[in-house]
């Protein structure tokens, strides 16, 4: 999920039959791979990525942080 994705600095790039290839700023955390593997039920295939590409795919992906906090204040002043 999005928040896992962004507490943990990783994004899934390629999907494959047995494994998904996952880039991770930190792919020596077998820990975090473990959780991943099973929220996937597939194998990991870890790939070595700069936090910074990272946040720019998630960005892209997910959108701003800031794009979401505006959109939930403007969310509960409407539903009012």
Known sequence: NESFARE???IA??????YV???MA???????Q???QFMLGKHIKPCL???????VAL???YGSLEEKSMEGIFQ???SS
């Open 8 to 10: 943990n600095k990783l």
């Open 13 to 18: 790039i390629a999907e494959e039959d047995d």
């Open 21 to 23: 290839k996952v880039a």
């Open 26 to 32: 930190n792919p020596d955390n077998f820990e975090v």
């Open 34 to 36: 473990e959780k991943l």
């Open 49 to 55: 990525t700069g936090a910074d590409g990272i946040n």
């Open 59 to 61: 960005k892209k992906y």
């Open 76 to 78: 509960e002043m409407t």
